[in-house]
C-alpha cells in the first residue's frame, strides 16, 4: 500500500516530528463548491488548522498515487479542472489503476486517512440515507465506512437534503457513536437543529479525544461523527432550507438525476434559490469545523 501513498513536504515533516495531522476531503474542492470560491475556501481551511496547532492533510487521487497534502498547484487543478472523479470506495482502484485525477469523497478520504495514520477528517457534512431509499436504496458508502474505518470525522451533521432520521437509524445499526458538540440536537448542515437528538454530548476536544481513545482501546473498530453545528450568525432558518430542499428534490426528480450527481445538483439548485447565501453558510460550517478538527487532533497527541 505505501506504493500508493505520497506525502507532501509538510505532512512528512508532521509525520517524522509527531505532530497533530488533519485530514481533509476534496470533492468539496471539485464537487461542492463553484470556482474560484472552492480554491479560496481551501486554502482558507488549511490555513485555520495550521493556526490553530496542527498541519492540514488534504486527499486527493494524482496520477496514480494517493497525495496526501496538496501543493497550491495542486489545489488549483482540483478546483478548476472540467474532468474530476468523485471517488468513493468503489471507485478508488480504477482512478489509482488508470491515473486519473479524482477528488475523494468523505468514504475514500476516511480510507486514505486510516492508510495513512491520520485519525482526524475534517469535511462539511456526511452523506446518509437518501429521502425515498425505501424504494431506491439509495444510502451514501459515508455510512458504511464510518461503520467499519477508525477515523473521526468532523462534520456539521448530514446534510438536510437527506433523510436524517434513517441516517442516524442506520448509524446506530451499525454502532456508530454520534457526538455533538455544544448542544444536545444533531445538526443538520444548513440548520443548527434537526429535531433528533445527538446519542451524547461532548464539547471539549479533551473530552472527545478520551471517547474516541476508550472506542478504540476496547477494539470496537470504525468511526466516531463528531456533528459540530454551524455558528449561529451562519444557520439558515429551518423553514426555509427544508422548504427550498423539497423543490430541489422535485427538480432532481424530474430531470432523472439521480446516483453520485444528486447532491452536487442539489447543492447548487439550493444556492441558486437562497442567491447564494447557502454557500456563504457552507463555507463558514467548513470553517468552524477545521477549528474544531485541529483541537480533536491535538488533544488526540496528548496522551
Known sequence: MQNYLVFSKEVAQAKADGKAIVALESTIISHGMPYPQNVQTACEVEQLIRDNGAVPATIAIIGGKICVGLSDAELEQLASAPEVMKVSRR??????????????????TMICAELAGIAVFVTGGIGGVHRGAETSFDISADLQELA??????????????????????????????????GQAEFPAFF???????????????????DFIRCKWALGLRGGVVIANPVPEAYAMPKAEIDSITEQALQEADAQGINGKAVTPFLLNRIKQLTDGRSLVTNIALVKNNAIVGAALALALKNV
Open 148 to 181: 467499519q474505518t477508525s477515523v473521526a470525522v468532523v462534520c456539521a451533521g448530514a446534510k438536510s437534503i437527506l433523510d436524517l432520521g434513517l441516517t442516524l437509524e442506520y448509524l446506530e445499526t451499525h454502532g456508530v457513536p454520534v457526538v455533538s458538540v
Open 191 to 209: 440548520t443548527r437543529g434537526s429535531g433528533f437528538k445527538a446519542d451524547f454530548q461532548l464539547d471539549t476536544a479533551t473530552g472527545q479525544a
Open 91 to 108: 471507485d478508488l482502484p480504477y482512478v489509482l489503476s488508470t491515473g486519473k485525477l479524482g477528488a475523494t469523497t468523505v468514504a475514500a
